[in-house]
Nanobody
Framework: QVQLVESGGGLVQYGGSRRLSCAAS????????VSWHRQLPGKEREFVAR????????TYGESVKGRFTISRDNAKNTVYLQMNSLTPDDTAMYYC?????????WGQGTQVTVAS
C-alpha cells in the first residue's frame, strides 16, 4: 500500500529556511519519480520540484529555482525539500506526489507559512 507522509511545515520568518520531509512506504523512492507540489491560498496546485529515480536528476519550478533543493535518502525511503530564502509568496500547503504502477498518490500535505 503506497503511502506518503509529509512533515516539517510550520511558521517561518521572512528570509528563513525550512526542510520538509516526505516519508514513503509501499514503494522505493529510489525507483520512482517523486515530486513536490504546493497550493497557495485561492490558487491551483503548482509544481515545485521533482527528483528522478536514476542518476538523481532534479527539476524545479521557476518560482523556486535557486532557492529550493530536492533530495532523497534511500535508506530512509524519504524525499526532502530544503527551502531557503523564504518569502510570504511561498506560504502554501506542500504536497508530495508519486505515480506507481500508473496510479497517482498524494500525501496529506504540510502547511508552510512565511511571516512578513
Amino acid at each position: 500500500q503506497v503511502q506518503l507522509v509529509e512533515s516539517g511545515g510550520g511558521l517561518v520568518q521572512y528570509g528563513g529556511s525550512r526542510r520538509l520531509s516526505c516519508a514513503a512506504s509501499g514503494f522505493n523512492v529510489s525507483e520512482n519519480f517523486v515530486s513536490w507540489h504546493r497550493q497557495l491560498p485561492g490558487k491551483e496546485r503548482e509544481f515545485v520540484a521533482r527528483i528522478t529515480p536514476l542518476g538523481v536528476s532534479t527539476t524545479y519550478g521557476e518560482s523556486v529555482k535557486g532557492r529550493f533543493t530536492i533530495s532523497r535518502d534511500n535508506a530512509k525511503n524519504t524525499v526532502y525539500l530544503q527551502m531557503n530564502s523564504l518569502t510570504p509568496d511561498d506560504t502554501a500547503m506542500y504536497y508530495c506526489y508519486v505515480m506507481v504502477s500508473d496510479r497517482t498518490y498524494w500525501g496529506q500535505g504540510t502547511q508552510v507559512t512565511v511571516a512578513s
